[in-house]
């Protein structure tokens, strides 16, 4: 509290000018970058090196990106490169999976209803008896 007392009076007008000066302020760039984000941007181009035609290793690729000061075993980079395929494989192959799952939805709910049915018949079965 007393460091209150201490710092110049706070004005409607300040906060104003406050709020527009936070509001202009642009994103920082970052210097630092995750491995997943550095693999990702370079992705393309490591499989590119390792695919048949060039016929690289990942430990090659990591080599050469060591001479860069980027230092990520070739492992790490094989894993990530998995991780980035299959998150891919998952975005596109949703949507055809969710239109199978509501095709085959209906069946599924059909089928309950067929043994709801086939209760409900049993019912006034066993109530006439």
């Known amino acids: 509290m007393s460091e209150h007392q ?3 009076v706070i004005t409607k007008e300040k906060i104003d000018k406050a709020i527009n000066l936070l509001k202009e302020q642009k994103p920082k ?18 499989e590119k090196l390792t695919s048949d035609k060039y016929g690289y290793t990942y430990d090659e690729v990591s080599e050469m990106l060591k001479g860069l000061g980027i230092n ?6 094989k ?14 192959k949703a949507e055809p999976s969710e239109n199978r799952n509501s095709l085959s939805n209906p069946v599924t709910e059909n089928q309950p209803t067929v043994q709801t049915s086939s209760e409900a018949n049993k019912s006034p079965i066993k109530s006439t008896n």
């Open 6 to 8: 201490n710092s110049e």
């Open 29 to 46: 760039e970052r210097e630092d970058v995750s491995d997943r984000d550095a693999v990702q941007k370079m992705r393309r181009y490591i």
């Open 72 to 77: 990520l075993a070739g492992s790490r980079i």
């Open 79 to 92: 894993y990530l490169i998995g991780e980035l395929k299959k998150s891919s494989r998952r975005r596109p």
